[in-house]
């Protein structure tokens, strides 16, 4: 089974950058699809963004679409949320997630977890 470690959060102001990691270790990462997710003080958690190894195939929630990218690097099994133009609203707990099947993190149900890392936007 797959580890993720996630790295990168903290605090930055509205229109601003960060770059959040998801370093991946296990025998299988290449088969695994890769998601992050956030979850907000009060809200429920909800997917960003998500991609297979491969990075063939990649999907973006609308509520970030144009601000967040995501990608891979294979050498180093780590898979980045790119985050722009970062908003109060943003502020939330990123978690990085896999699956062996790509539904399942689209759907919300990966079955591997981060411990999470805490992004906060202030105005």
């Known amino acids: 089974q797959v580890q993720l470690v996630e790295s990168g959060g903290g605090l930055v102001q509205a229109g601003g950058s960060l770059r959040l990691s998801c370093a991946a270790s296990?025998?299988?990462?290449?088969?695994?699809?890769l998601g992050w997710f956030r979850q907000a003080p009060g809200k429920n958690r909800e997917i960003v963004a998500a991609i297979r190894w491969s990075g063939d195939s990649r999907h973006i929630a609308d509520t970030v679409k144009g601000r967040f990218t995501i990608s891979t690097d294979n050498a180093k099994s780590t898979v980045y949320l790119h985050m722009n133009s970062l908003k109060p609203e943003d502020t939330a707990v990123y978690y990085c997630?896999?699956?062996?099947?790509?539904?399942?993190?689209?759907?919300?149900?990966?079955?591997?977890w981060g411990q999470g890392t805490l992004v906060t936007v202030t105005s």
């Open positions: 296990g025998r299988t990462v290449s088969r695994y699809t």
């Open positions: 997630a896999a699956d062996l099947s790509a539904q399942m993190v689209v759907l919300g149900r990966p079955g591997v």
